[in-house]
């Protein structure tokens, strides 16, 4: 855990790493950074971790010149849902997945 002072500079470098990108590569991660930002993990390292994870994923996407399209595919959602499944520790969205397997399993017995 780090202290608030070193995740809010963390965070404002983070920031600075995303305005820096090209507008299309800029709209999608700020888009990304919402959905995550509900679905996500709710600790603050965690998500960080995460957002810092989509940031170098675009920079690749922009330096190599990858549409915006051929890294999130057809389904952004199911691009957003299957990149969080990466970062299970702390988002209340797997315990809840979670939690109906395990209740659907014991229904059936």
């Keep these: 855990m780090t202290s608030w002072l070193d995740q809010k500079k963390h965070y404002r470098a983070y920031r600075a790493r995303v305005d820096a990108l090209p507008e299309p590569y800029r709209i999608a991660v700020d888009a990304l950074e919402r959905y995550v930002s509900v679905l ?12 810092d994870d989509l940031t170098e994923l675009f920079e690749q996407a922009a330096a190599d010149g990858t549409p915006v399209r051929a890294v999130v595919g057809e389904d952004p959602v ?11 520790a702390g988002a209340w969205i797997g315990k809840e997945r979670e939690k109906l397997a395990q209740a659907i399993t014991r229904a059936e017995r």
């Design 78 to 88: 199911e691009f957003a849902e299957e990149f969080l499944r990466n970062y299970p």
């Design 40 to 51: 996500g993990p709710g600790k603050s390292d965690p998500l960080q971790q995460v957002f």
